[in-house]
């Protein structure tokens, strides 16, 4: 068998302190597991099964990028997130197992074309043009578990240009990462290179032209990313 063209090259994320590289297969985000964000996105926080849409593996851009800005949008957003990392592969997990499937931890920023997004949620759409579009993820290095631990609590917080925009803690999850998985692997087997973005908490809000956002969480450090020039 012979392709018709060359396989584009897998993305891969950085492991940290290491020349070792984290493979990205797919990635899963998490809607509204925060009832603040939930709130000032005008749904019921309800504790109701949590629902998930996806990003491309190549939305993927390292932390500490100049991200240009994207098209078709006058609202880019940042939503500072947990990133889970698959290590293991497996169909209906049950959450009591469900860390033993993490490879490690990462910190990201979902950015998101607000305006694409909330055309599509009010006409009943799909978000893909809200969410999965070009360097959409921004995932800092992964952190293995064995070094960091099994991370459920501790603070998330985002600034923009210096000025604190988002801060929570990891604890306020409405679903924590454990029933996440195993929620998640009900629908679709996990498979090794899979990443988890694991919700926003609240204080959502747009990025301009020259903005550096940085993203930090308790035990995983920042990371920063510029907002450049729409591409030519």
């Given amino acids: 068998m012979n392709l018709v063209f060359a396989a584009p090259a897998t993305p891969t994320i ?20 925060y009832a603040a964000h939930a709130r000032e996105m005008g749904q019921d926080p309800e504790r109701e099964a949590p629902f998930f ?12 990028h100049r991200v240009p800005y ?14 889970v990392a698959i290590g293991l592969g497996g169909r ?3 959450s009591v197992d469900a860390l033993s499937y993490v490879w490690g931890y ?11 997004q909330l055309a599509a949620r009010e006409k009943g759409r799909p978000w893909d043009f809200g969410k999965a579009f070009d360097n959409s993820a921004v ?23 210096g000025k604190q925009k988002q801060k929570a803690d990891l ?13 998640l692997s009900r629908s679709i087997a996990l498979q090794p ?21 940085m993203v930090a969480i308790d035990g995983l450090g920042s990371i920063s990313t510029e907002i450049g020039p729409k591409a030519a």
């Fill in 53 to 64: 849409f996806s990003k491309p593996a190549d939305a993927v851009v390292q932390g500490d």
């Fill in 14 to 33: 950085a492991v940290v302190d290491s020349n070792d590289r984290f493979p990205v297969r797919r990635i899963f985000c998490v809607g509204r597991n």
């Fill in 139 to 161: 995932i800092g290095p992964v952190h293995p578990f064995e070094r960091v631990g099994h991370i459920s609590r501790g603070v998330i917080e985002l600034t923009v240009n």
């Fill in 106 to 116: 990462a910190i990201g920023n979902d950015l998101t074309r607000r305006d694409l």
């Fill in 193 to 213: 290179g899979d990443m988890i973005m694991t919700g926003t908490p609240e204080g959502v809000g747009p990025l301009e032209i020259g903005d550096v956002c």
């Fill in 92 to 94: 209906e997990i049950p």
């Fill in 171 to 183: 604890s306020d999850m409405i679903w924590p990462v454990p029933d996440i998985i195993s929620i």
């Fill in 70 to 83: 994207p098209p078709l949008t006058q609202n880019l957003h940042y939503e500072a997130e947990l990133v």
